[in-house]
T-cell receptor, first 112, second 111 residues
Framework: NAGVTQTPKFQVLKTGQSMTLQCAQD?????MYWYRQDPGMGLRLIYY???????DKGEVPNGYNVSRLNKREFSLRLESAAPSQTSVYFC???????????FGPGTRLTVT | QKEVEQNSGPLSVPEGAIASLNCTYS??????FFWYRQYSGKSPELIMS????GDKEDGRFTAQLNKASQYVSLLIRDSQPSDSATYLC???????????FGKGTKLSVKP
């Protein structure tokens, strides 16, 4: 069992470039989440998908889009990267009965 | 008032001591409570879940929940240097499935 996987692990972008962060889980969970984590700010929810075919905004959705490709995969897209999006991004999936969330290893993104 | 509050620390304890980490939450309807451990440069790792009032023990870890006081704590017995990490408290509000995370308490266990 791989759990939650994320690619890439590291990325450097120039302002205005676009990219997609990929996330996949093999735990058959319905719900998946994208967070960003910045020093002193804790984990902040960007977008989530409660089930295949649905997505909803979290606390900090501006500048991001998401796609729930199927039950396993949930991607996060930055259309025009900004330095303020420099952060560590975590994907998580959630057990629908116990509500336990399991995190991927993260993507460290730097926007210059 | 923040939804989930934790003392940011750092909390420093000697090796072998009991480390006590605390968390308060604002939504009285909260249903589920979680503790995550996050090593520097790594992702959060679930270590304890608790759903009802009282204590829940797992090895050296004990989670304590008091819904009347809106308070959840994590005790780490026989603390080891390898326990040095940031501990995140997370709470599920009653009406939603999403978790609300505190900003974490940094624990340092000194040999």
């Amino acid at each position: 069992n791989a759990g939650v996987t994320q690619t890439p692990k590291f990325q450097v972008l120039k302002t205005g470039q676009s990219m997609t962060l990929q996330c996949a889980q093999d735990m058959n969970h319905n719900s998946m989440y994208w967070y960003r984590q910045d020093p002193g700010m804790g984990l902040r929810l960007i977008y989530y998908s409660a089930s295949e075919g649905t997505t909803d905004k979290g606390e900090v959705p501006n500048g991001y889009n998401v796609s729930r490709l199927n039950k396993r995969e949930f991607s996060l897209r930055l259309e025009s990267a900004a330095p303020s999006q420099t952060s560590v991004y975590f994907c998580a999936s959630q057990d629908s009965q116990a509500y336990e969330q399991y995190f991927g290893p993260g993507t460290r993104l730097t926007v210059t | 008032q923040k939804e989930v509050e934790q003392n940011s620390g750092p909390l420093s304890v000697p090796e072998g001591a009991i480390a006590s980490l605390n968390c308060t939450y604002s939504d009285r309807g909260s249903q589920s409570f979680f503790w995550y451990r996050q090593y520097s440069g790594k992702s959060p790792e679930l270590i304890m879940s608790i759903y009802s009032n009282g204590d829940k023990e797992d090895g050296r870890f004990t989670a304590q929940l008091n819904k009347a006081s809106q308070y959840v704590s994590l005790l780490i017995r026989d603390s080891q240097p390898s326990d040095s990490a940031t501990y995140l408290c997370a709470v599920r509000r009653g009406s939603q499935g999403n978790l609300i995370f505190g900003k974490g308490t940094k624990l340092s266990v000194k040999p």
